[in-house]
């Protein structure tokens, strides 16, 4: 049997022995009772026939309406032992918050004002009640943070929970709301003091690469660019120069100093248009590095320090075939 159902068949046979006795009868022959000082013959009158009447709704099972009567009959008199009775109203009605304070009250002034038998279960119940319960402190640094419990508001307090998932909410009126959620055990406890921060308080800003980098490979494309158009002018004078030669010697063979001047045109027409490739190559990927690394918001944990971006490097080749342009990527 679980212990749910344990606990429910021990609250039926309390419930099935419960007698209608007044709290007067529950009292220790004692003339200095303190529960009994300034209350007068016809207060605790009233709150006797209360009590009667609410501890016959519990026999009949009325739960609810017998925690009504309780709270007015503890209203006129405060009673421990009205405190014990409302207690089991409160278990059968699956309230242990309030029905472990309730006990807390029964088991005031050492148990002296309930009978034997009913303080070793009223001590059983605390016991069992608090099992039932978590603790949570709520406080916050900046005043006028209004805090919530459950989406319910209630301020900074320390009170008890029911076990399980709880949701504690902070707000505050131009700062940015947190909710925290938590699992808490029986005889738990959560301390949770809301410190508020404002957008540009957890708002970072950060780049791919160091902002200098793309606008690096941006120049270099341009560069290449005005190399390339300078080599060619070059190579188109060389070729002008190698066709004016043969048609001033009349269509002859040429010589090796105007054939030298046919091939350095056209290694120079070949730099140049390989510039005019990886300029443009260049020039492409750097205006898409220059809007990729656009500065982007991001938040963080107010203690914790920002990501280090990531490192992009580039580095020009030249080489008997040709200009290159090699690339690296560091995470």
Same mark, same amino acid.
Not at 322 to 329: F, H, I, N, V
């Given at each position: 049997?679980?212990?749910?159902? %344990?606990?429910?068949?021990?609250?039926?046979?309390?419930?099935?022995?419960?007698?209608?006795?007044?709290?007067?009868?529950?009292?220790?022959?004692?003339? $200095?009772?303190?529960?009994?000082?300034?209350?007068?013959?016809?207060?605790?009158?009233?709150?006797?026939?209360?009590?009667?009447?609410?501890?016959?709704?519990?026999?009949?099972?009325?739960?609810?309406?017998?925690?009504?009567?309780?709270?007015?009959?503890?209203?006129?008199?405060?009673?421990?032992?009205?405190?014990?009775?409302?207690?089991?109203?409160? &278990?059968?009605?699956?309230?242990?918050?309030?029905?472990?304070?309730?006990?807390?009250?029964?088991?005031?002034?050492?148990?002296?004002?309930?009978?034997?038998?009913?303080?070793?279960?009223?001590?059983?119940?605390?016991?069992?009640?608090?099992?039932?319960?978590?603790?949570?402190?709520?406080?916050?640094?900046? $005043?006028?943070?209004?805090?919530?419990?459950?989406?319910?508001?209630?301020?900074?307090?320390? &009170?008890?929970?029911?076990?399980?998932?709880?949701?504690?909410?902070?707000?505050?009126?131009?700062?940015?709301?947190?909710?925290?959620?938590? &699992?808490?055990?029986?005889?738990?406890?959560?301390?949770?003091?809301?410190? &508020?921060?404002?957008?540009?308080?957890?708002?970072?800003?950060?780049?791919?690469?160091?902002?200098?980098?793309?606008?690096?490979?941006?120049?270099?494309?341009?560069?290449?660019? %005005?190399?390339?158009?300078?080599?060619?002018?070059?190579?188109?004078?060389?070729?002008?120069?190698?066709?004016?030669?043969?048609?001033?010697?009349?269509?002859?063979?040429?010589?090796?100093?105007?054939?030298?001047?046919?091939?350095?045109?056209?290694?120079?027409?070949?730099?140049?248009?390989?510039?005019?490739?990886?300029?443009?190559?260049?020039?492409?990927?750097?205006?898409?590095?220059?809007?990729?690394?656009?500065?982007?918001?991001?938040?963080?944990?107010?203690?914790?320090?920002?990501?280090?971006?990531?490192?992009?490097?580039?580095?020009?080749?030249?080489?008997?075939?040709?200009?290159?342009?090699?690339?690296?990527?560091?995470?």
């Amino acid at each position: 049997m679980s212990a749910s159902k %344990v606990r429910l068949a021990v609250l039926g046979i309390l419930l099935g022995i419960l007698t209608v006795t007044s709290p007067a009868a529950a009292q220790k022959a004692d003339k $200095e009772q303190p529960w009994k000082k300034g209350v007068s013959e016809a207060t605790r009158g009233k709150a006797n026939a209360l009590f009667r009447d609410a501890n016959g709704l519990l026999k009949e099972s009325r739960f609810k309406d017998a925690v009504k009567v309780y709270d007015q009959a503890i209203a006129i008199w405060d009673h421990p032992a009205i405190h014990y009775n409302l207690a089991l109203a409160l &278990m059968s009605l699956d309230s242990p918050i309030r029905a472990h304070k309730a006990l807390q009250n029964a088991l005031r002034y050492d148990g002296h004002a309930l009978e034997s038998d009913k303080l070793n279960d009223a001590r059983n119940h605390f016991k069992w009640t608090r099992q039932q319960l978590a603790t949570i402190e709520l406080s916050a640094a900046q $005043e006028g943070t209004d805090l919530l419990l459950n989406g319910k508001e209630v301020g900074s307090t320390s &009170m008890l929970v029911r076990i399980g998932w709880n949701t504690v909410t902070a707000r505050k009126e131009g700062y940015i709301e947190q909710t925290k959620n938590k &699992m808490l055990g029986p005889g738990e406890s959560w301390k949770f003091e809301a410190d &508020m921060y404002t957008s540009d308080d957890v708002t970072r800003y950060r780049r791919r690469w160091a902002k200098w980098k793309p606008w690096a490979v941006l120049g270099s494309g341009a560069a290449l660019l %005005v190399v390339g158009g300078a080599t060619h002018s070059l190579a188109a004078a060389g070729f002008t120069d190698y066709d004016d030669g043969i048609r001033n010697c009349g269509g002859c063979v040429p010589s090796s100093s105007l054939q030298s001047t046919k091939d350095n045109a056209s290694l120079e027409q070949t730099f140049a248009f390989a510039a005019y490739g990886l300029g443009g190559a260049a020039l492409l990927t750097g205006a898409y590095l220059v809007y990729a690394n656009r500065a982007q918001a991001y938040r963080i944990d107010i203690k914790q320090q920002a990501v280090p971006s990531t490192e992009l490097s580039f580095l020009p080749t030249v080489s008997r075939d040709g200009l290159g342009l090699s690339a690296s990527l560091n995470f």
